[in-house]
């Protein structure tokens, strides 16, 4: 599986960015999919996951309420809605996928998009 993120940007603090991650392959339902997200000089963080089926997400609590993950299995496309964004959200976002299963845990991603970086002014 070969996924491609896309749409990120600059926007302002209480501003909203649409995140994308295309993914090949025709079996893109039976993964999990997620999103993570990374500064420099930290680890990779954990921002949200989706199921195969799409029924079941999950949140880090520092986005909750603010961010929403969804997909199209139609598009072979996950989706990650920003709102209310903080100038502490700025990082590169990269999307990840895992067979047959969600995760939290980056160490338990099959596989790795490219990041897209999503920049919050203040």
């Known amino acids: 599986v070969q996924l491609q993120a896309s749409g990120g940007g600059l926007v302002q603090a209480g501003g909203s960015l649409r995140v994308s991650c295309a993914a090949s392959?025709?079996?893109?339902?039976?993964?999990?999919m997620g999103w993570f997200r990374q500064v420099p000089g930290k680890e990779r963080e954990f921002v949200a996951t989706i199921s195969g089926s799409g029924g079941a997400t999950y949140y880090a609590d520092s986005v909750k309420g603010r961010f929403t993950i969804s997909r199209d299995n139609a598009k072979n496309t996950v989706y990650l809605q920003m709102n209310s964004l903080k100038p502490e959200d700025t990082a590169v976002y990269y999307c990840a996928g895992k067979y047959l299963a969600v995760t939290t845990l980056r160490e338990a991603v099959d596989y790795w998009g490219q990041g897209t970086l999503v920049t919050v002014s203040s």
């Open positions: 392959g025709r079996t893109f339902s039976r993964y999990g």
